[in-house]
C-alpha cells in the first residue's frame, strides 16, 4: 500500500489532473470538428508532451483520445457526418433523432454511453494487461517472430478491403523501418547520403503526415460540401432541449451492456479498429430490437447507446497488446509508441517490471480522464455543438500549422516538415487508392523490432526441423498463412457481393 | 475500382523492382562480418511488394475485362487541394530558411484559409495572430523551451 502510495500522488497531482482535463477537452473539441478524428487529434498533440514528465505525457494523449473518440458523435448527431468512420453507425441512428427535435437527448445518452464503454475497457485493460504480459515474458525472438508476422498479417487483412494492398501497405512500412544505420554492422541503409536519417525516418512527422495532413489534403478538396453541411445545420433550428429518462436508460442498457463487451474483444485484437466494433454493436441491436429499417428512419437513442459504447470501448482495449506484448493494435497505440519512446520507455512485457509506477499511475490516469469525459461532454455540450458549426476554411489552415509545428518540432527542424509533407503525399494517394495507412504504420513501428526477432531467429534456427521446438512460433506461423487465405476468400466474397448487389 | 487498382499496381511494380535493382545493391552495404546480410529485410519486403502488385495488377486487368466501372479515385477539386497545401508547405519551409519562422507561419496560415475562400481580413489577421501568440505562450512561458 504504501508504495501504491506515491503512484496515487503522481496520478492525481493537480498539474498531472489539469494535463488530463486539457486532453480530454482538447481531443473532445477536435472530435467534434467533421473530418477530424482521434489519430489526427494524437498525432498533433504530441509535440506538446516533449516537455511533460513520462505521466503526464501518456495521460495527455490517453485524454486527446478518449475526448475525441466521444466527442466524435456531436458531429454524427447534428449534422450527419461523423468525425471518424467508427461514429457512422452514431449517425445513422442519432441525425434522425435530431431532425425530430431530440439532438440533445441523443447527445447526452452518446455521452453516457461512451463514458461507460470506456470505463469497462479501461478496467478490463487494468484486468488483463499485466497477466498478458507475464506470459508475453517466456516469448523468445522466434515466437516473436512468429507473433509479429502474424499480427501484420491479420491487420494487413482486416483494417482495408483487400488482402493484397494491406499487406503491401505493411511491408512498405516495413521498408520504410529500414532507412537509416543498421544494427548489426552499423552502415547505412537506404540513406542516399543523408546523414539527417542515419537513426531512421523520425516517427511523429511520418505519422502526421500520413494520418493529418493528408487528411487536410482531402477535407480541403471537399470544403464546399463541409460548408454546405455547415450552413445547413445552421438554417435548421431544430434542437430541441431533452433529457435522458429512465425509460431511454431502459431501451438502452442491454445495447451499452452489449456494446461494451463487443467493443472490449474488438479492441484486444490487433487491427481490427473502432469501426469494426461500433458496426458490429449497432447490427447486433438493431437485430436484437427487431425495428430493422426503422432504426435509420426515426432514429433510435438505443442505437446511439450501442454503436457509441462499442466504439469508446475499443481505445482502451487496444493498449492491451501494446502494454502486455509491445505490438501496437490500431493507430493511437502506434502513435503511443512514439510518445514511449520520445520519454525513453519501451512499452511490452517488461515495462510492468521496469515501470511499474508508471504504468498504474497511467491506468490511475485513465480512470479520471473518463470521468473528465463526462463532465466535458455533459456542461460542454452546448458549447461543442456550437463549435460543429466553426466554417472549416479557419479550422483545417489551423490544423495544417499544428502539422507543420508538430513536424518541425520532432523532426529536427524544416528537414521533419519536408518528410511530414512526403507522408502526407503518400497519405493522400494511400487513403484515396484504398491502401490501409494503419498497416503501414503499424509495419512503419514493428519494423526494427521485427527485424532484430528474424535475425536473431535465423541465427537460432538453422534447420527448417528446429522449427518444431518452437510450437507457439509454429501456431502464429500457420495461424498467418491461414489468416492470409481465409481473409483472401472473405474479402472476394465481400467483393463479389456488392458487385451483385 | 480496377483503374485505379492497375494504376497502383503498375506504380508499386516499377518501385519494386527500382528498389531491387537500383536502390538496394546502391544504397545497402555487403554487411562483412554480419551474420545476416544487412540488405536481406529490404529486399524481402521489396520482392513482396513486386509480387503482391504483380498480383493486384491482374486482378484489376480481370475486373476491367469483364467490364467493371473504372471509376475516378482522386477528383479534380482534390488535386487541387494537394497541389495547395504542398505549395504553402514548400514556400513555408522556403521562407523560413531564408526570411523567419514568423512569416513562414503566417503563410502556412494564410494560404490555404485564401484557398478555402476566406476573404474577411480580421480573421486573416486575427488567427494566425491568436495561434502565434498562443504557440509562444504555450512553449516559451508554459513548457519553457524555444522554438526554433
Given at each position: 500500500m504504501d508504495s501504491f502510495l506515491?503512484?496515487?500522488?503522481?496520478?492525481?497531482?493537480?498539474?498531472?489532473l489539469a494535463w488530463i482535463l486539457f486532453g480530454v477537452t482538447l481531443g473532445y473539441l477536435v472530435g467534434a470538428l467533421p473530418g477530424l478524428g482521434k489519430g489526427t487529434a494524437t498525432a498533433v498533440a504530441i509535440p506538446l508532451t516533449f516537455y511533460l514528465s513520462p505521466l503526464a505525457a501518456i495521460a495527455f494523449l490517453v485524454g486527446i483520445a478518449k475526448g475525441s473518440t466521444a466527442g466524435s458523435a456531436v458531429s454524427a448527431i447534428l449534422l450527419n457526418t461523423p468525425g471518424e468512420p467508427s461514429s457512422t453507425p452514431t449517425a445513422m441512428a442519432g441525425y434522425p433523432l435530431a431532425r425530430a427535435g431530440k439532438a440533445q437527448k441523443a447527445l447526452k445518452m452518446g455521452l453516457f454511453a461512451s463514458v461507460i464503454g470506456d470505463l469497462f475497457s479501461t478496467i478490463v485493460l487494468i484486468l488483463v494487461a499485466q497477466e498478458l504480459a507475464e506470459y508475453a515474458l517466456g516469448i523468445g525472438p522466434v515466437e516473436l517472430t512468429g507473433i509479429l508476422a502474424f499480427s501484420l498479417v491479420f491487420i494487413a487483412g482486416l483494417s482495408g478491403r483487400s488482402m493484397i494492398k494491406?499487406?503491401?501497405?505493411?511491408?512498405?512500412?516495413?521498408?520504410?523501418s529500414c532507412i537509416g544505420l543498421e544494427v548489426e554492422t552499423g552502415s547505412p541503409r537506404l540513406t542516399f547520403g543523408l546523414i539527417e536519417v542515419y537513426d531512421g525516418l523520425p516517427l511523429i512527422p511520418v505519422a502526421i503526415g500520413m494520418l493529418a495532413l493528408s487528411e487536410m489534403m482531402i477535407q480541403i478538396g471537399q470544403r464546399q460540401r463541409l460548408q454546405e453541411e455547415a450552413d445547413l445545420l445552421r438554417g435548421s433550428g431544430i434542437r430541441e432541449d431533452r433529457v435522458v429518462t429512465l425509460g431511454d436508460w431502459r431501451r438502452s442498457a442491454r445495447a451499452i451492456l452489449r456494446g461494451c463487451l463487443i467493443g472490449t474483444g474488438v479492441g484486444i485484437l490487433p487491427?481490427?479498429?473502432?469501426?469494426?466494433?461500433?458496426?458490429?454493436?449497432?447490427?447486433?441491436?438493431?437485430r436484437a430490437s427487431g425495428r430493422g429499417a426503422d432504426f435509420e428512419e426515426t432514429g433510435a437513442i438505443e442505437g446511439v447507446a450501442a454503436a457509441e459504447s462499442a466504439d469508446n470501448?475499443?481505445?482502451?482495449?487496444?493498449?492491451?497488446?501494446l502494454f502486455a506484448i509491445g505490438i501496437p493494435g490500431s493507430v493511437i497505440a502506434a502513435i503511443l509508441i512514439g510518445a514511449f519512446t520520445i520519454q525513453g520507455i519501451t512499452p511490452g512485457p517488461l515495462l510492468f517490471l521496469e515501470n511499474r509506477d508508471l504504468i498504474l499511475g497511467v491506468y490511475m490516469s485513465m480512470i479520471?480522464?473518463?470521468?473528465?469525459?463526462?463532465?466535458?461532454?455533459?456542461?460542454?455540450?452546448?458549447?461543442?455543438?456550437?463549435?460543429?458549426?466553426v466554417s472549416p476554411a479557419l479550422v483545417m489552415p489551423i490544423v495544417v500549422f499544428l502539422c507543420c509545428l508538430g513536424a518541425y518540432l520532432q523532426g529536427g527542424g524544416a528537414f521533419g516538415i519536408g518528410v511530414m509533407a512526403l507522408f502526407g503525399v503518400i497519405g493522400f494517394f494511400a487513403k484515396k487508392y484504398d491502401f490501409s495507412f494503419v498497416t503501414f504504420l503499424i509495419g512503419f513501428v514493428i519494423g526494427p523490432s521485427f527485424e532484430l526477432s528474424l535475425r536473431q531467429t535465423l541465427g537460432l534456427v538453422t534447420d527448417v526441423s528446429e522449427?518444431?521446438?518452437?510450437?507457439?512460433?509454429?501456431?502464429?506461423?500457420?495461424?498467418?498463412?491461414?489468416?492470409?487465405?481465409?481473409l483472401t476468400v472473405l474479402q472476394r466474397r465481400q467483393r463479389e457481393a456488392i458487385v451483385g448487389d | 475500382m480496377p483503374k485505379s487498382d492497375l494504376i497502383a499496381g503498375i506504380v508499386l511494380l516499377v518501385f519494386g523492382l527500382t528498389m531491387l535493382a537500383v536502390v538496394i545493391p546502391t544504397q545497402t552495404s555487403e554487411g562483412g562480418d554480419a551474420t545476416i546480410s544487412p540488405a536481406l529485410l529490404p529486399q524481402i519486403c521489396s520482392v513482396g511488394?513486386?509480387?503482391?502488385?504483380?498480383?493486384?495488377?491482374?486482378?484489376?486487368?480481370?475486373?476491367?475485362?469483364?467490364?467493371?466501372?473504372?471509376?475516378?479515385a482522386v477528383p479534380a477539386a482534390e488535386w487541387w487541394a494537394l497541389l495547395a497545401v504542398l505549395l504553402a508547405v514548400g514556400a513555408a519551409i522556403a521562407l523560413f530558411v531564408w526570411v523567419s519562422p514568423a512569416v513562414a507561419a503566417v503563410l502556412l496560415i494564410v494560404g490555404p484559409m485564401l484557398y478555402m475562400g476566406e476573404r474577411r481580413i480580421w480573421l486573416l489577421a486575427g488567427i494566425p495572430a491568436a495561434l502565434l501568440i498562443g504557440a509562444w505562450f504555450l512553449f516559451y512561458r508554459v513548457l519553457g523551451t524555444a522554438i526554433g
Open positions: 506515491p503512484v496515487l500522488e503522481a496520478a492525481f497531482a493537480p498539474g498531472n494491406g499487406l503491401i501497405a505493411g511491408l512498405f512500412g516495413i521498408l520504410v487491427g481490427l479498429g473502432a469501426s469494426v466494433g461500433s458496426f458490429l454493436s449497432y447490427g447486433a441491436e438493431r470501448a475499443v481505445v482502451p482495449a487496444s493498449f492491451v497488446p479520471a480522464a473518463s470521468l473528465f469525459l463526462l463532465l466535458i461532454g455533459y456542461f460542454g455540450q452546448n458549447v461543442f455543438a456550437r463549435i460543429v458549426r522449427l518444431l521446438d518452437h510450437p507457439v512460433a509454429l501456431v502464429f506461423g500457420v495461424l498467418a498463412v491461414f489468416g492470409v487465405w481465409r | 511488394i513486386t509480387g503482391l502488385a504483380v498480383l493486384l495488377t491482374l486482378q484489376a486487368t480481370g475486373r476491367l475485362r469483364r467490364g467493371m466501372a473504372a471509376g475516378v
